[in-house]
């Protein structure tokens, strides 16, 4: 059987400040960045993403994914070394676990997915009423088949739900993989006349990332190189 794996979810606000020094000190901070994620990269799961233009409260999301805490770990000490950390805060922090869901009727991947990234990937953490837990599991499976049946009906969406049950504030993690955010909305918005909306207790804050590689995400906290491709084009 695959071993379950750790997620976590990292949101980088920058300090405007970052923007006003030197190109080649961003640059250099930039570099130093790559190479903490490369070398993490070479065993374990990442991802990177840029919220730039969606969110206003942060500008680089990194997804990462390994068998135990300790990789994840030594990662955001690398991270935390790097110039960019010395104008940058972790806005957002969410960890998380794979485990099989009891409400699948297909074998659920215990480890991330690979090559199935959708342009998008829309992440928030979730609770539920305490009164959801109270419900007989057979009562849960009957409400829960009608949320399964309504997200099939959307097949542009992926789903990717994580469990942090005792390992941080929230008890889930869910993210969805799409290529048209407007597919997710309609999703999203068919999903609240369903009887397990009604269970939710909350299900924000809500992050629309742009998959995109590193290079291109911390080249947007910028724009530098991206304006100099521009003057180039021009």
């Given at each position: 059987m695959a071993?379950?794996?750790f997620v976590k979810y990292t949101f980088l606000a920058v300090d405007p400040a970052w923007r006003r020094l030197p190109?080649?000190?961003r640059a250099r901070h930039k570099e130093e960045v790559r190479a903490a994620c490369e070398?993490?990269?070479e065993q374990h799961f990442l991802r990177s993403y840029s919220l730039v233009g969606t969110r206003g409260d942060c500008d680089l999301m990194l997804r990462t994914a390994a068998p135990t805490l300790d990789p994840i770990h030594e990662l955001h000490v690398l991270l935390n070394q790097t110039g960019l950390m010395a104008y940058a805060r972790i806005a957002y922090s969410y960890l998380s676990a794979t485990k099989?869901?009891?409400?699948a009727d297909r074998p659920q991947p215990l480890a991330p997915r690979e090559g199935q990234d959708g342009r998008y990937l829309v992440v928030y953490p979730?609770?539920?009423k305490r009164e959801w837990y109270r419900l007989p599991a057979?009562?849960?499976?009957r409400i829960m088949r009608e949320?399964?049946?309504v997200g099939r009906r959307f097949s542009g969406i992926d789903t990717n739900t994580?469990?942090?049950f005792g390992l941080d504030d929230q008890e889930f993690v869910v993210a969805f993989d799409c290529d048209d955010p407007l597919e997710f909305l309609d999703l999203v918005e068919t999903l609240r006349t369903t009887e397990s909306s009604s269970y939710t207790r909350s299900e924000t804050p809500i992050f629309t990332c742009i998959r995109c590689s590193l290079t291109r995400a911390l080249d947007a906290l910028d724009g530098e190189r991206i304006a100099m491709t521009a003057d180039v084009a021009r």
């Open positions: 071993r379950r794996h190109r080649d000190e070398a993490f990269a099989p869901s009891p409400y979730m609770w539920k057979e009562e849960r499976m949320h399964i049946e994580t469990y942090s």
